[in-house]
C-alpha cells in the first residue's frame, strides 16, 4: 500500500496564474480605479504595521517592568535575609 501525499495549499501561483488574476482585477475595478485601490491598499498596510511595532513596544516595555520588579523583588529578599543573619 502506497500513502500519497496531497497538498492542502498547493504552491504560489505562477505567471499564467498571475496574468489571469490581474485580468480579473481590471475587469472588476476598471483601469481607472486600480492606481486608488493600490494607494488605499498601501495605507491599509502601512496602519497596519504602525498598530503592529506599537503592539510590539508595548509589550516589550511590559517585559521590562516586569523585569525590573522582579529585579527589585529579588534585591529585597537578599537584603531581608541579610538583616536576618546578621540580627542572629
Do not use: W
Amino acid at each position: 500500500m502506497t500513502l500519497t501525499f496531497v497538498p492542502l495549499f498547493p504552491g504560489i501561483p505562477g505567471g499564467p496564474e498571475l496574468l489571469i488574476v490581474l485580468l480579473i482585477v481590471v475587469l472588476l475595478f476598471g483601469a481607472n480605479k486600480l492606481p486608488q485601490l493600490a494607494r488605499s491598499s498601501g495605507q491599509a498596510m502601512g496602519e497596519f504595521k504602525r498598530g503592529r511595532e506599537e503592539i510590539d513596544q508595548e509589550l516589550r516595555s511590559m517585559s521590562e517592568r516586569s523585569s525590573e520588579a522582579d529585579d527589585a523583588e529579588s534585591t529585597r529578599d537578599v537584603e531581608e535575609e541579610t538583616d536576618r543573619t546578621s540580627a542572629a
